[in-house]
């Protein structure tokens, strides 16, 4: 009796961690807002809508960038789909409820494991698996997913929650 009242607390605290972050906002080790890497620029836009603003930039890159979204997608030249998703979209955050805007103390305590990007003496990121959280103050500025060929630099040079 005493065991199946713990297991029921446990998974009551589980669920209420959860419902805190709305679906359409999470951010997992594969996807940021609902979105997967490697889908087409439709399926993009078909989730996030208009309006959409499409950049060339270097190196065969490609940006959409959706701004009542706070979302930028990624595509290079000859790889199919999707190679990074950055947000800075306070809204969007891991079950953790760590995402733009949260403080780099908080992402600390709730990821120890996650690795520190440095620029010279200084950190400027942490990586976590597929994520890379830009952390060039004492808050978290935008939240990156992208294949590991994509330089975190590319989260450090998109716009920051504020």
């Not at 709305?22 to 951010?27: G, R, T, Y």
């Not at 306070?90 to 600390?108: N, Q």
Request: hydrophobic share 45%.
């Amino acid at each position: 009796m005493r065991r199946s009242l713990l297991v029921v607390i446990a998974g009551l605290a589980l669920t209420t961690t959860a419902l805190a972050v709305n679906p359409k906002f999470w951010i997992t080790a594969i996807t940021i807002g609902d979105a997967n890497l490697h889908w087409s620029q439709a399926e993009y836009r078909s989730l996030w809508g208009k309006p959409v603003v499409t950049d060339r930039l270097e190196n065969g890159y490609t940006r959409l960038t959706f701004p009542r979204r706070d979302i930028e997608v990624y595509f290079k030249r000859g790889i199919q789909g999707a190679v990074a998703i950055v947000t800075w979209d306070r809204r969007d955050r891991t079950l953790d409820r760590i995402g733009p805007c949260a403080t780099v103390a908080a992402l600390r305590a709730a990821y120890s494991e996650a690795k520190p990007v440095r620029q010279g003496a200084r950190t400027v990121a942490y990586r976590l698996g597929r994520l890379i959280f830009t952390a060039e103050t004492k808050r978290i500025g935008d939240v990156m997913l992208a294949v590991p060929s994509v330089s975190p630099y590319v989260a450090l040079n998109a716009p920051e929650c504020g």
